[in-house]
């Protein structure tokens, strides 16, 4: 059995990304670092004034951070916002299928995202997140997640997979199964028009 996971808003209760930013910018203040500061600062106020979109934002704080020390910290913050009720569905998956593998599957930077593993209480097989490469960025969301997935299982399907958006109805229709975790009543309304199998919906108790 193959699982496949997103991480905002589905195992995490939150959206990463833009605590990132923050936790960058903190950090630049509390160890005295005026440039990492001034260049955070202006991509995000360039980014709130629609300056740069989503995309290019993404891609110049992610070439900006390449410093592990900090990708682990802000990693190891996230873990108060893992969500109990996906941990607990994991939990249930693992003990009625000890073969399963989980694969984390995920929009947000591989700067943080490759640290999280280790923190984890389940093991994860594979991790996909957008990365830079020859300094073009790759977003991992939408289609790229069934690509993503086709690279390493080409012969294979998920079986599950647990998301909380529409943005990923390519993987929604990939696989056999999805699980909605919280999702909005516009993401319920396009999964039952796109007639995908879902499974049941995980709410937060």
Known sequence: MIVVIDLDKTLLTVD??????FFLLRRAIATIDPRTFILVF???TLRALRVYDHLTYKKKLMMLNNRDDLNQEFA???APFFRKTVLDYIKNIKNDHTN???ILSTAA???YIEHL??????????LFASKIENKVLVENSGQAKVDSFQKVYP??????????????LPMMKFSDKVVLVGPSQS???MVKNRGINVEFTLKDN
Do not use: G
């Open 16 to 21: 990463s990304y833009p605590k990132w930013a």
């Open 187 to 189: 993401t319920i309304d």
């Open 117 to 126: 593993p280790a923190i984890l209480p389940f093991k994860v097989e594979h």
């Open 76 to 78: 190891k913050s996230l």
């Open 100 to 102: 399963a593998k989980f």
């Open 155 to 168: 012969n294979s399907k998920c079986d599950i997979f647990m998301t909380d958006h529409s943005d990923d």
């Open 42 to 44: 202006s991509y995000t």
């Open 109 to 111: 930077p591989i700067n």
